[in-house]
């Protein structure tokens, strides 16, 4: 009998996309795996007094496939961005030898950012399931400050096929947690000047919902897919914000239209001597809504705020994102 808590998600990064390859690294959340095929019975005329009497299966897509981490932690971040923003990164030692790893994620605007894919391995003491060739759509960060909450990761997407197979050998990691109490907020009115201006007594929520128009591609070759498409880069940024002056500003700012480079800042403990574990995520665009007193905490009036994300021609991209953590590789 499979027990829930010996389940365990486990991974390991591709050479080849859609090549299985055995995990390294253990998923700390919780994976929603998918049946990856449609069963279909063909009603025909058959001159009884039965619909069918056949069952096909047309495709085989493992889609969607949901990681959710409500514990998120940094060293996660790695593979979550490489999967879904920009693949084949080498990360440079920022403190040598403090073990401190800067991973850039600003993806390219006109060639294609070479995707990362992994094999997920899924399951329980009973039976373990592989899915290759996983890449992801979405990617969601949130958290609430003064809340005594952490940081929630989501990602989206898909693989090739679930298959079952027997489980690799896979320590429990050491991760530096994401404290959603540990994020700053800049904004700042050029794209060279973005994280020089920290909005200290404004935040009090955020949400970031990132898309890249991911799709798998089918070419005759086997039921299977075949290849991947990707499509546009966008990000939508909301907010929960202090009803205070500064947001006032921005609800003057979002009808006048005024472009911003918005930076949002996780951050953890030092690593070894070195620098800080941190996620930045930086943008470009204006606020599309401003909703004054749309919510109400311990007394206090607070503001929703939508960032609508979009090109900027000065700093040539939509957004940037940078991780600094103890993981060199994926």
Known sequence: MGEVMLRKNLWG??????????????WLGTVSMPQDRKITYPEET??????????EIYQILADPIKLSAEHGYFQALPMLFSLFMKGAI???????????????????MTVDNALDAITLECGDDTQAYEIEGVKFRRLSIAGQ??????????????????TPTTFSSVSIPSVEPMIANLTELYIDTTWAGIGGTQKTSLLR???????????????????????YGVGSIDA????????????????????AQTEYALRLKCYGSQIGSGTVHSLTMDFWGTFEAVEPMAQEADGNSLHAATFHCYYGTTGTSILDVNVTTNVSAI
């Open 205 to 227: 929520e955020f949400s970031v919902e990132f898309l890249n128009g991911l799709h798998p591609k089918f070419f005759g070759d086997a039921l299977t897919m075949s290849s």
């Open 145 to 162: 400050l003064g809340k005594d909450a952490p940081v929630k990761l989501e990602a989206e997407g898909f693989g090739k096929q679930v």
């Open 13 to 26: 990064k591709e050479t080849t996309a859609m090549t299985a390859v055995a995990a390294d690294t253990m």
């Open 236 to 255: 939508l940024v909301q907010l929960v914000l202090e009803g205070n002056s500064d947001a006032d500003g921005l609800f003057d700012a979002m009808r």
């Open 46 to 55: 058959l001159g009884i007094r039965a619909k069918s009497a056949r069952s």
């Open 90 to 108: 080498t990360p440079t030692h920022v403190t040598s030898p403090a073990g401190d790893y800067l991973w850039a994620f600003k993806p390219s």
